[in-house]
């Protein structure tokens, strides 16, 4: 009997006005319910970070928690470490508090509880290891009681919107871009190959005759090599002629009888013994037999002569094998740099006169990524100025200053921009769904709702497209994730929240 006493207690403190109001709720005596107290939210973007605050309204007297949610927009993250103060400001006075780490990833949790109503500004300020920014929010009403509250803002219906929280955009690879304005020109698409530019590559040739020995089994084709790195050696001692070794003890025979005679006729000279002339002609047999002599030990060992890279790079078109015997001057093999940073695109001689009103040219130092020569203060080199039945393509030579990280002889696609450009908004051209021919964008309305937003697309410029109809300039669209957004569309449910309000 003493166990159903309880029991009825704990329903009965269960269900008393406190409890209730401890979950956001209000009850009348008669248990009819009101309103819970409305909540509001909003979505901020900078350079640094994206904020998406949610929170009760503000009442004076009332305590309001915040749930505010930070992003960077660097790699799209949640902030976890940090501290963030929120401040409200009305008039000539306000109030602020201060938290000192997160309560979840990415969700800070100060309070505020206003003095006196009006409308002011909340100010949130966050300090992370890695940055700081400030986030004014303005025109942000106090009420001066729950009931003016509600009236100002009443319930509303669910719309359409596509709900996909943070928690789950921080999980993934998820991105958002401003739609933005730029000149937008007409596009030749086309294809390049990249080269090594001539200062950037060396061929190495042989500088004595003899049989070649590479340094190991890695120098191939392809093969990275270190400034100064032992390639090959050129052997010759073997042979009966040109033998090297036999060479070098001749020169250094030479240039020490030619140092020796240097030597003494300069005693002479300078005791004004011999002639000035007769000194001059001891002095050049010296300086030869001096060259001579070095030119032969330079990289000369026991072995042989040995070949060395010049400069860091990669190996290309090897000439010889092991063992093969070359003449002195063959040429052994090229070093090129890894850097290709000459561009040649080929264009349709249909476009030919277009040319000569070139903007800008787009390319791709790596798969799936754009680039232009304006962004990294590059230029075009050379433009073709003529074709024939075996060349019927126009040449466009472009030196890049990218990181290129394909090889050298690669394809990449190429946009070359002509003519004058005109101002248009665009979007990034991973941020477009297609079906069908039909093209659609997610469009970010706050922290955590979309639309799926049909578009009318026209130019391609490199990484971004035109956008002639549908968007409009300063809205966020979904560049990385949009597939799973416009799937959490399609499952006509939306997702319980992750943390608490």
């Known amino acids: 009997m003493r166990f159903l006493y309880i029991i009825i207690a704990l329903a009965i403190v269960s269900c008393s006005p406190k409890a209730q109001e401890d979950h956001g709720h209000a009850h009348d005596v008669n248990g009819g319910h009101f309103e819970e107290t409305p909540r509001i939210d909003f979505t901020k973007w900078t350079e640094k970070s994206e904020l998406f605050v949610e929170f009760p309204v503000l009442v004076v007297g009332k305590t309001s928690r915040f749930a505010a949610h930070f992003t960077t927009m660097k790699k799209h993250k949640p902030v976890t470490e940090g501290k963030v103060t929120v401040s409200f400001i009305l008039g000539n006075s306000g109030i602020k508090h201060t938290v000192n780490a997160p309560s979840s990833p990415g969700i800070f949790s100060p309070k505020l509880q206003p003095k006196k109503a009006g409308k002011g500004t909340l100010i949130f300020d966050i300090q ?227 040319l000569s009103a070139i903007q800008n040219i787009w390319y791709q130092p790596e798969t799936d990524s754009w680039s232009n020569l304006k962004k990294t203060e590059g230029e075009v080199l050379s433009v073709g100025k003529k074709v024939d039945t075996e060349n019927p393509m126009v040449s466009v030579i472009a030196k890049v200053k990218d990181a290129v990280l394909k090889p050298e002889g690669a394809f990449t696609e190429v946009q070359i921009a002509v003519g004058n450009g005109e101002r248009g908004i665009v979007v990034p051209l991973n941020s477009l769904l297609e079906d069908y021919g039909n093209y659609s964008v997610i469009v970010q309305l706050s922290g955590e709702t979309f639309e799926r937003r049909p578009v009318i697309i026209g130019k391609q410029n490199g990484e971004f497209v035109e956008i002639k109809e549908g968007l409009s300039k300063e809205e966020f669209v979904v560049t990385k994730g949009a597939y799973q957004v416009k799937m959490a569309s399609m499952s006509g449910q939306a997702p319980a929240h992750g943390h608490a309000h």
């Open 128 to 354: 992370t290891p890695e940055f700081s920014d400030e986030i004014v929010i303005k025109n942000v009403e106090v009420y001066t009681d729950l009931e003016a509250a509600r009236k100002a803002n009443p319930a509303t219906e669910d719309d359409s919107s596509i709900s996909f929280l943070k928690e789950q955009a921080w999980k993934m690879e998820f991105k958002t871009e401003p739609v933005r304005e730029m000149e937008i020109y007409e596009m030749i698409s086309t294809s390049g190959v990249w080269k090594t530019s001539n200062s950037n590559s060396k061929v190495l040739n042989a500088t004595t005759s003899g049989t070649v020995s590479f340094a190991d089994e890695k120098i191939v084709e392809g093969a990275k090599v270190q400034k100064g790195q032992l390639l090959l050696t050129i052997e010759s001692k073997e042979f009966s002629v040109n033998n090297l070794n036999s060479n070098v003890a001749k020169a250094k025979a030479n240039f020490e009888e030619a140092k020796s005679n240097f030597n003494r006729k300069k005693e002479l000279y300078e005791s004004k013994i011999i002639a000035k002339s007769e000194f001059l002609k001891f002095k050049k047999e010296f300086e030869v037999a001096k060259a001579s002599y070095q030119s032969l030990v330079s990289n000369f060992s026991t072995k042989g002569k040995q070949i060395r890279a010049p400069f860091s790079g990669f190996i290309k078109n090897v000439k010889h094998r092991n063992g093969d015997f070359v003449e002195e001057g063959a040429m052994l093999f090229t070093i090129s740099s890894q850097q290709s940073n000459i561009l040649e695109a080929k264009v349709s001689a249909s476009d030919a006169e277009k």
